[in-house]
């Protein structure tokens, strides 16, 4: 675990889990104590190099920021799994800033995100999130992008759950040059957006 003194913003702090580090939170494995409330601390999974967090067997993690896959040389993974497992991020959420990220909420597990989610934000990014399984759910609070200059994936599959807040938008493929793809299959799996859906080409 490296911890540094950069920052997102001026008022917070920012961890980082990379050089191949993989950080557990619940369970017998564990290497974070449950819950890992890091609610004023910008959180970085993957930024230079590969990191991997794991929350599972009821784990907690709160976050401010959330970037899985930071920098263009980035692999950063994030799984959210088993039920009463929970990612909870108070600000955005962006898989594959200029990197590679990938998110899963399996099994039961549960994410919320109070601000929007990005997946594949910048020019050769790519954000793959899945929410598989009965019980499994991600809910966000402001607007969905699935490929905003980059590739974003989107899968809700297998009874998974996908909801955004009534002002929330949903947009897929939202510049140019980006690749935005989204699928929902499997008995009982839902998206519910918010107002509206744009789908760009």
Known sequence: MLLTGAIFDSSRAQEIIDGGDHEIVGG????????????????RVGDTGQGMLTIEEGGAVTSARLVV??????????TVTGEGSNLEVGDDLVVGEEGQGTLI????GETFVDGSVILGELSASEGSLTVAGEGSSMEV???LVVG???????IVEDGGEMSLSGLGVLTIGALSDSEGSLTVTGEGSSKEEGQELIVCE
Not at 71 to 78: E, L, M, N, P, Y
Not at 148 to 154: C, F, K, P, T, V
């Open 28 to 43: 017998s494995d564990a290497t974070q104590a449950a819950p890992w409330d890091l609610s004023s601390t910008d959180l």
């Open 141 to 143: 609070g402001d607007d």
């Open 105 to 108: 909420v399996e099994d039961g």
């Open 69 to 78: 896959g930071n920098s263009s040389a980035s692999q950063g993974d994030v």
């Open 148 to 154: 905003e200059e980059g590739q974003g994936i989107l």
